[in-house]
């Protein structure tokens, strides 16, 4: 079965670093994978998608992901963190239609 | 556009007691989807819906809970009767293209069981 795994519930950087937020996943078949972002009290937003198309993709709000077939990773960053980047953040597999989620990261950004 | 529509935002329930949510997707959008999003945790889905019909609902715990979508629009999810480990966040979202690009999610509706 497909799956993701977030490595670190919680990951705090300081405003203007780089976030780095890790995601492994486990698939049989070329997987579709996608980042999605939660604020407090909202749904999820997609941030940005792979798609078996470029191995580096490009999101919302700075945010970029790398494929790495060999590694089974689509590790998210951003080279600069904001204030306003705190938020939880979902990996997420998709097979056949069916979004599967990681357990999240909680981003933090401090002053 | 629109996004896709749920209502209550909250709901406060004791358990045993029975609870409907309501979802609004957006217009023209044929797959329609419930998760659960258990407080900590990523979502997980209960149901998927394509048009009118149910597509997979291999998740939902059919004891307690049930869901349609007449007419292929809105749906309705329903819990009776609740438990305290339903307290959750219900998220819903839909999609007009294949899933496999992603699909826009609702605000959700936060439910709390005591």
């Known amino acids: 079965a497909q799956s993701v795994t977030q490595l670190g519930s919680h990951v705090s950087v300081s405003e203007g670093a780089l976030v780095l937020l890790r995601c492994n996943y486990s698939?049989?078949?070329?997987?579709?994978l996608f980042w999605y972002v939660q604020y407090p009290n909202q749904g999820l937003q997609l941030l940005l998608k792979?798609?078996?198309?470029?191995?580096l993709v490009k999101g919302i709000n700075g945010f970029e992901a790398e494929f790495k077939k060999s590694e089974t990773s689509f590790h998210l960053t951003k080279p600069s963190a904001h204030m306003s980047d705190a938020a939880e953040y979902f990996c997420a597999v998709s097979p056949r239609g069916k979004l599967i989620f990681g357990q999240g990261t909680e981003l933090s950004v401090k002053p | 556009e629109a996004g896709v529509a749920q209502s209550p935002r909250y709901k406060i329930i004791e358990k045993r007691q029975s609870v409907a949510f309501w979802c609004n997707p957006i217009s023209g959008h044929a797959t329609l989807y419930w998760y659960q999003q258990i407080l900590g945790q990523g979502p997980k889905l209960l149901i998927q819906f394509q048009n009118n019909g149910v597509v997979d609902d291999s998740q939902l715990p059919k004891d307690r809970f049930s869901a349609e979508r007449l007419k292929g629009v809105d749906s309705t999810l329903k819990i009776q009767p609740a438990k305290l480990e339903d307290s959750a966040v219900y998220l819903c979202?839909?999609?007009?293209?294949?899933?496999?690009?992603?699909?826009?999610f609702g605000s959700g509706t936060r439910l709390t069981v005591v």
């Open positions: 792979y798609t078996s198309a470029a191995t």
């Open positions: 698939s049989s078949v070329p997987p579709y």
């Open positions: 979202a839909s999609s007009n293209r294949h899933p496999n690009y992603g699909y826009t």
